[in-house]
């Protein structure tokens, strides 16, 4: 019954900006750690950001440090990444995700729950 819906993406030209949201339904995530992820075609899952269940404390990859931002809103149940300064290099298919552990999110095993993912594309 849990499911983590994205929206937010799409096409954009190099230096815009996007606004990734993920809406959780079938329980409470108060207590979660959420992250983003991302794939390129031919490409490894990557990490890109986490935040902790109280919003505090978020972690970057060194590749969007300083342009994309995390956030969280508790009380709908949901979770944001704010994309600014954008490259091609960021084009990606984007991925949602929540787990009780941070470690979890930061390595991207374990995890205890996935969105479908959504498409990126920035062009030159």
């Known amino acids: 019954q849990v499911q983590l819906v994205e929206s937010g993406g799409g096409l954009v030209q190099a230096g815009g900006s996007l606004r990734l949201s993920c809406a959780a339904s079938?329980?409470?995530?108060?207590?979660?750690?959420m992250g983003w992820f991302r794939q390129a075609p031919g490409k490894e899952r990557e990490f890109v950001a986490a935040i902790g269940r109280i919003g505090g404390s978020t972690y970057y990859a060194d590749s969007v440090k300083g342009r994309f931002t995390i956030s969280r809103d508790n009380a709908k149940n949901t979770w944001y990444l704010q994309m600014n300064s954008l490259k091609p290099e960021d084009t990606a298919a984007y991925y949602c995700?929540?787990?009780?552990?941070?470690?979890?999110?930061?390595?991207?095993?374990?995890?205890?729950?996935w969105g479908q993912g959504t498409q990126v594309a920035v062009s030159s």
């Open positions: 079938g329980r409470t995530f108060s207590s979660y750690s």
């Open positions: 995700a929540a787990d009780p552990s941070l470690r979890a999110l930061q390595v991207g095993t374990g995890v205890a729950y």
